[in-house]
């Protein structure tokens, strides 16, 4: 789980980043159709076009319900919506988007929720049953508090795992002693 730093001259890496992202908006028809239909802005912020897709994939992360925590555009509850019965997906942040994006789509299996704080966030995830959960909310304060909130399903995916996103670098490292962790670029899955 090291980082090791890329030897290659400057713009060889951003070529390669650049290849990579413009092959996961292509290898996915729903990422297509929304770049047609809403444009790139949608895709600020998103870990859709950094591996998402293909790493939940390889990992097999799936199953009946994911807890998404961090919404943005909701493009990452899109992709999950593929793979799951249904999306719980969390933010605290209000987008009007979200829901016409899935709509254009067809996708009606995703429950955008926006909370006002954390604790009713908190209250919200309670009692909820989940077999999975994406954190991908605010890394800098809430990495912790949202990892004790959906720990109990045992299968965690994580985004912004490298060192200069601190709290979600040190925490994965941690849970490398009490479960396995499978890495891919910034994303990290821990499973119990």
């Avoid at 802005?41 to 992360?61: D, N, T, Y």
């Avoid at 919404?71 to 009007?96: E, Q």
């Avoid at 016409?100 to 955008?112: C, E, R, V, W, Y």
Wanted: charged share 25%; proline share 5%; net charge negative.
């Amino acid at each position: 789980m090291s980082e090791t730093p890329d030897a290659r001259p400057p713009e060889l890496i951003e070529e390669k980043k650049f290849y990579e992202r413009f092959w996961a908006l292509h290898d996915n028809p729903d990422l297509v159709e929304i770049y047609r239909a809403f444009g790139p802005a949608v895709f600020r912020r998103s870990s859709v076009l950094e591996g998402f897709g293909a790493f939940i994939k390889e990992v097999g992360f799936g199953g009946d319900l994911c807890v998404e925590i961090g919404t943005c555009y909701g493009l990452t509850a899109i992709v999950l919506a593929r793979h799951f019965k249904k999306v719980v997906s969390i933010d605290i942040d209000p987008n009007a988007q979200r829901n016409p994006i899935a709509a254009h789509l067809g996708i009606d299996n995703i429950n955008f929720m926006t909370v006002t704080d954390n604790a009713a966030k908190a209250g919200l995830l309670k009692y909820l049953k989940f077999d999975a959960a994406y954190i991908d909310g605010d890394h800098a304060r809430d990495t912790r508090s949202d990892f004790d909130l959906v720990k109990r399903c045992g299968n965690v995916l994580f985004h912004e795992y490298w060192p200069a996103q601190t709290p979600v670098w040190n925490l994965v490292h941690e849970l490398a002693m009490t479960g396995k962790i499978k890495t891919s670029g910034k994303l990290a899955l821990w499973t119990s």
